[in-house]
């Protein structure tokens, strides 16, 4: 209860800074947006053409640095780092796509990751920061040609989930230690025996050491991560999704806490302030309630995923229901969306960004689809243009969509 009254006084003040919805969902005259989870807003496809600029990059192909669909990617400010969290290959480019490092040490020695959680790129002073999954891991710092320069331990008063490069002296990190889940329709802990998660769970860690040097003052009663444990047929089923806890933007870092129902904005100068707001509370219904995730920002344009939590319009193959959101402030209007690339579109594909940063989304393709589309005439602009000189055995073409100020 206490928990409930704190986010209720939260949202009560956000409503108060930012008015209120009217009839048709639209939001009229506030400072951040507030989506009303109660309203069905408008449906419509968008072509990524007009929500930005659009670039595609073409990833140089070299020996031993090929991109495989199990690639997950990281984008900088002028760069692309790719990671395969499994295989343990770290392949870097710069922002036209040209090879700036390559790497992999994949094992259980000193010096060595047994598989990669997320990565962090130090552009300024050419460090790749690897955080691993576990429990009790080393960050590992590596130079862009594969010389591991640092390694420290994260410290004991915290789980290392997600992680970014704050600034070259500190790293941001969420701490999910002794996380609590929604088991049985409520947030409850994944062991009775377990203290409660400390409610300040985003961290800065200093780059030297790895010593934390102090907690956001932004408290998070009771968060958790978005595991949801339920009986299915007879046997326990957990179903989870995936989060961008800490997303990059062009003026800090958003910080999507499933426990709120608002989404933040960090500062560099580590000031925190609300940029979008749900209601009613995910606290008032968990069993039937949401979850929102801001993906990415410019003045203009926000891109939200939504989360049901509703078990019901679950799939044992994909999980929790998602459903995309764009929030339009020259119209003051959120719109329920897909997304299809103009020079590229095939008939009930809906495109999903492979990832975000600050104000970009990055989509990828490869040779062989393009060739395929190629012969088949379905490609235009640009694309086609790329794909003539394209061979099968190349690496992926990025595409980079800019949302418009």
């Given at each position: 209860m206490r928990n409930v009254l704190f986010l209720s006084v939260l949202m009560i003040n956000l409503l108060g800074l930012t008015g209120c919805l009217n009839r048709s969902g639209k939001v009229s005259e506030r400072a951040i947006p507030v989506m009303n989870m109660d309203v069905s807003y408008p449906q419509k496809e968008f072509a990524l053409q007009d929500l930005g600029k659009v670039r595609y990059i073409r990833m140089d192909t070299a020996e031993n640095a090929l991109l495989d669909d199990g690639m997950h990617l990281s984008p900088s400010a002028n760069g692309f780092i790719f990671y395969n969290p499994f295989s343990g290959s770290v392949v870097g480019y710069d922002k036209d796509g040209h090879l700036i490092c390559n790497f992999n040490h994949k094992g259980q020695g000193a010096n060595e990751y047994a598989n990669i959680?997320?990565?962090?790129?130090?552009?300024?002073?050419?460090?790749?920061?690897?955080?691993?999954?576990?429990?009790?891991?080393?960050?590992?710092?590596?130079d862009l040609q594969g010389r591991c320069v640092q390694s420290f331990s994260t410290p004991d008063t915290l789980i290392a989930t997600d992680m970014a490069l704050f600034n070259?002296?500190?790293?941001?990190?969420?701490?999910?230690?002794?996380?609590?889940?929604?088991?049985?329709?409520?947030?409850?802990?994944?062991?009775?025996?377990?203290?409660?998660?400390?409610?300040?769970?985003?961290?800065?860690?200093?780059?030297?050491?790895?010593?934390?040097?102090?907690?956001?003052?932004?408290?998070?009663?009771?968060?958790?991560?978005?595991?949801?444990?339920?009986?299915?047929?007879?046997?326990?089923?957990?179903?989870?999704?995936?989060?961008?806890?800490?997303?990059?933007?062009?003026?800090?870092?958003?910080?999507?806490?499933?426990?709120?129902?608002?989404?933040?904005?960090?500062?560099?100068d580590k000031e925190v302030k609300p940029v979008f707001t749900h209601t009613p509370s995910l606290h008032t219904n968990i069993p039937k309630g949401n979850v929102c995730e801001v993906w990415a920002m410019s003045s203009r344009f926000m891109l939200i995923n939504v989360i049901s939590l509703n078990l019901e319009e679950a799939s044992t193959q994909t999980g929790l229901k998602t459903a995309w959101y764009l929030w339009d402030s020259n119209e003051q209007s959120f719109t329920q969306c897909t997304f299809y690339n103009a020079d590229f579109k095939k008939a009930g594909e809906t495109l999903r960004p492979t990832a975000v940063s600050g104000d970009k989304l990055y989509f990828r393709y490869f040779p062989n689809q393009l060739l395929e589309a190629s012969e088949k005439q379905s490609l235009k602009g640009e694309l086609e243009t790329l794909t003539h000189s394209l061979d099968e055995d190349d690496n992926m073409i990025l595409m980079e969509v800019s949302l418009s100020d």
């Open positions: 959680n997320k990565l962090a790129y130090d552009e300024e002073n050419g460090k790749i920061y690897i955080l691993p999954y576990g429990t009790k891991v080393n960050i590992l710092a590596f070259p002296e500190s790293l941001l990190v969420w701490d999910t230690k002794n996380f609590n889940v929604i088991k049985e329709r409520k947030i409850s802990k994944l062991a009775e025996a377990l203290p409660d998660p400390n409610p300040y769970p985003f961290v800065f860690l200093n780059t030297k050491d790895g010593a934390l040097d102090s907690r956001l003052s932004k408290a998070y009663p009771d968060h958790f991560r978005l595991l949801v444990f339920t009986i299915q047929d007879g046997a326990p089923f957990v179903m989870m999704a995936h989060t961008n806890t800490i997303v990059p933007s062009n003026n800090g870092f958003l910080l999507n806490d499933f426990v709120s129902d608002t989404v933040f904005l960090l500062s560099k």
